[in-house]
């Protein structure tokens, strides 16, 4: 697609509750990252990806966090166990170069709220 | 110490005003810098890169000092449609890393 996708757009879990949350990145970009946004903050690095392989997850805060990305493309962001502390927009990244800034773009984000 | 630190505001200024934010960051290692735009409840997008030697876009100019570890960004004749909120991104062979963000909020 022409930008990146990702669903829901928005998501109520209940606490304990396990949620997956999809990102579609622009087709052809091997480098994926997924960003935490709590309210009033800037984005934090979870974790990144380039192309299935999972290079850097050195940002997720716990292991109940896990994502994947298994043929390249599409990524899924899995959080178990759902705390109200997990409440915070995802923010999904794509890039055909890391190393260059100028090059990421970001999806609309999830808004997760736990309950 | 966060990686890199912002005011975060917010910065309330009538339109026309000149307005400046800065951000500072702790990593000397760090290779590339830049300014995004965020928007209420909108992904973060790219503003503008940051050079040693300054650049400029229209109205917003950046500055980084590599000695001092220190990012500027100026937005000179403010417009209603610059209230945002503005991240300093830094990054090196790492991710991009944000700041906190500072808001901004011009008003008529």
């Known amino acids: 697609g022409a930008g990146v996708s990702q669903s829901p757009r928005y998501k109520v879990a209940k606490r304990g509750q396990d949620v997956a949350l999809r990102c579609d990145p622009i087709?052809?970009?091997?480098?994926l990252f997924w960003y935490q946004q709590a309210l009033g903050q800037g984005p934090e690095f979870l974790t990144y990806?380039?192309?299935?392989?999972?290079?850097?997850k050195s940002g997720l805060p716990s292991d109940r966090f896990f994502a994947e990305r298994p043929e390249g493309s599409v990524s899924t962001l899995k959080i178990q166990r759902t705390q109200q502390e997990d409440s915070a927009v995802y923010l999904c990244?794509?890039?055909?170069?890391?190393?260059?800034?100028?090059?990421?773009?970001f999806g609309s984000g999830t808004r997760l709220t736990v309950v | 110490r966060k990686e890199v630190e912002q005011d975060p505001g917010p910065f309330n200024v009538p339109e026309g005003a000149t307005v400046a934010f800065n951000c500072t960051y702790s990593?000397?290692?760090?290779?590339?810098f830049f300014w995004y735009r965020q928007d209420c409840r909108k992904e973060p997008k790219l503003l503008m890169s940051?050079?040693?030697s300054g650049n400029e876009d229209g109205r917003f100019t950046a500055q980084l000092n590599r000695a001092s570890q220190y990012i500027s960004l100026l937005i000179r004749d403010s417009k209603l449609s610059d209230s945002a909120t503005y991240l300093c991104?830094?990054?090196?062979?790492?991710?991009?890393?944000f700041g906190k963000g500072t808001r901004l909020s011009v008003i008529a």
């Open positions: 990244a794509s890039s055909l170069n890391p190393r260059q800034g100028r090059g990421y773009t």
């Open positions: 087709s052809g970009h091997v480098s």
């Open positions: 990806f380039q192309n299935e392989a999972q290079l850097d």
């Open positions: 990593n000397s290692a760090s290779q590339s």
């Open positions: 940051v050079y040693s």
């Open positions: 991104v830094v990054t090196g062979n790492t991710p991009l890393v």
